[in-house]
């Protein structure tokens, strides 16, 4: 199975360093020296990581093959690409690759079927479930253990405890709605 790990942005310096946005709980496996990559566009790899060092608070990479500032512009928003076990779990309880969450049945801790799993949006603030109705609506739900308080693989669920008024009712759904490892955030709190 395949998961983005990170997103190349702007060239640093003239050597060919490039900035990434990490989108992995593991860099330090992912985007190690040695490590080669599959690329979204395809043509722009595969890619093997020859260093990385952290400067200012962003990780950056030295790509093999790459040695100036064009050819590091070149590879702006290509997306890293990691081959994973489809089995491999994160080993934190409280963590789940995307592919673990898609199309799992949610409910309510009633047992009120709310819908499927659709997707999960990493947004900066947090990570939010993108859940299609019955209806063909969607909402979306904190993917925060006060509002998410279980993950069941095995019965291919998630339970969910919403604050009144997340869950629009039935006979009020429109049918509008808002059109790539998650963490649940406040599970140590």
Same mark, same amino acid.
């Given at each position: 199975?395949?998961?983005?790990?990170?997103?190349?942005?702007?060239?640093?310096?003239?050597?060919?360093?490039?900035?990434?946005?990490?989108?992995?709980?593991?860099?330090?496996?992912?985007?190690?020296?040695?490590?080669?990559?599959?690329?979204?566009?395809?043509?722009?790899?595969?890619?093997?990581?020859?260093?990385?060092?952290?400067?200012?608070?962003?990780?950056?990479?030295?790509?093999?093959?790459?040695?100036?500032?064009?050819?590091? #512009? &070149?590879? =702006?928003? *290509?997306?890293?690409?990691?081959?994973?076990?489809?089995? +491999?779990?994160? %080993?934190?309880?409280? !963590?789940?690759?995307?592919?673990?969450?898609?199309?799992?049945?949610?409910?309510?801790?009633?047992?009120?079927?709310?819908?499927?799993?659709?997707?999960?949006?990493?947004?900066?603030?947090?990570?939010?479930?993108?859940?299609?109705?019955?209806?063909?609506?969607?909402?979306?739900?904190?993917?925060?253990?006060?509002?998410?308080?279980?993950?069941?693989? #095995? &019965?291919? =669920?998630? *339970?969910?405890?919403?604050?009144?008024?997340?869950?629009? +009712?039935?006979? %009020?759904?429109?049918? !509008?709605?808002?059109?790539?490892?998650?963490?649940?955030?406040?599970?140590?709190?």
């Amino acid at each position: 199975m395949q998961l983005v790990v990170a997103r190349i942005g702007r060239a640093h310096g003239i050597k060919g360093e490039v900035t990434v946005e990490v989108r992995t709980d593991e860099p330090e496996l992912r985007l190690a020296p040695g490590a080669v990559l599959a690329t979204d566009p395809p043509s722009a790899g595969p890619l093997t990581i020859e260093q990385g060092r952290v400067h200012s608070g962003r990780l950056l990479l030295r790509i093999a093959g790459v040695r100036d500032r064009t050819g590091a #512009e &070149a590879l =702006r928003n *290509v997306l890293l690409i990691a081959e994973v076990d489809p089995e +491999e779990r994160p %080993e934190d309880p409280d !963590e789940f690759y995307d592919h673990q969450l898609v199309d799992l049945d949610v409910v309510t801790v009633d047992g009120t079927a709310v819908g499927r799993v659709q997707e999960v949006a990493h947004l900066p603030a947090q990570d939010l479930l993108v859940v299609r109705r019955a209806d063909d609506s969607e909402v979306l739900i904190p993917f925060a253990s006060e509002m998410v308080p279980e993950v069941d693989l #095995e &019965a291919q =669920r998630v *339970v969910v405890d919403p604050p009144p008024g997340l869950l629009p +009712e039935e006979d %009020e759904t429109s049918g !509008e709605g808002p059109t790539e490892p998650a963490t649940r955030s406040g599970a140590d709190d």
